[in-house]
């Protein structure tokens, strides 16, 4: 549901920036909830900051990158591509946590490579740099949050999940400057119910699936929880697709059916 309608505040005047300084505010109720759950107990050595804070920056930075991303490109291409993030996230785990996957998994990589392929298309009239800098976005994000679950897990082997997200809340916050930066406040800012008040409403749902995410790394293994979180675009494809009223063409839907069967293998 958040990816479908993180496009929608912006449309609707909200600058998609100005979406991610809400992001990162509606983190904080879910800091506060995780801190009440762990007792206000918070890892604060060295190596947990620096792990916690790691996992933080990759995700708010790819946030970042995100919501560039969408503005160049629509949902439907941008997702499929960045939901991909676990075929990395599953070769890290087998070479530096040794993990092991069965076929299904390993039958779920092989898919993800010519997915890839096929929805980073551009044909020839589409030729630019919007048409070619949503996709270079898409690929940096993929890399930044592929590490990122990887790190989610090595960082729960030594620490409590609640402090991970502390410090993802606090990265995340650190980082409202840089996006006000990037912000263009020459023209108007929808700051009502359906620009403000929408991206709030959407952000938070970004927010809770973060805080479940680091807990479910903490009980799972990351080969296996990275790419069952992944199962998700599927429904934002869908949705989105009913959205917009958009019909991609034929080498897109190959792509986006590649990159759902290779979700689904990699989740089983």
Not at 150 to 179: C, D, H
Request: proline share 5%; aromatic share 12%.
């Amino acid at each position: 549901m958040w990816g479908a309608f993180i496009e929608v505040p912006e449309k609707a005047g909200f600058p998609a920036t100005l979406g991610y300084a809400v992001w990162a505010l509606t983190t904080i109720p879910c800091a506060v909830a995780g801190m009440r759950i762990a007792g206000w107990a918070l890892d604060r050595d060295r190596r947990s900051v620096l792990l916690g804070s790691g996992v933080g920056l990759l995700g708010a930075g790819g946030q970042l990158l995100l919501f560039e991303a969408l503005r160049l490109g629509p949902a439907y291409l941008v997702f499929p591509v960045i939901s991909l993030y676990p075929m990395l996230t599953v070769l890290l785990s087998v070479i530096l946590l040794r993990e092991r996957g069965n076929r299904r998994t390993w039958a779920g990589i092989a898919f993800a490579a010519p997915a890839l392929i096929l929805l980073s298309y551009q044909p020839p009239s589409a030729a630019g740099s919007t048409g070619s800098r949503w996709l270079v976005l898409c690929l940096v994000v993929f890399v930044m949050w592929g590490i990122q679950a990887y790190l989610m897990k090595f960082a729960n082997r030594t620490m409590r999940a609640e402090s991970i997200f502390f410090y993802m809340s606090a990265t995340g916050l650190l980082l409202i400057p840089v996006a006000l930066a990037m912000t263009s406040f020459a023209n108007p800012i929808n700051w009502g119910w359906s620009g403000a008040w929408a991206a709030a409403g959407v952000q938070i749902l970004n927010s809770i699936g973060a805080l479940c995410l680091v807990y479910a790394m903490r009980y799972g293994k990351a080969m296996i929880v990275a790419p069952m979180t992944a199962m998700a675009p599927v429904l934002t494809i869908v949705i989105s697709l009913l959205w917009y009223h958009a019909i991609p063409g034929a080498v897109l839907v190959e792509g986006m059916a590649l990159a759902v069967i290779s979700i689904y293998l990699m989740a089983e």
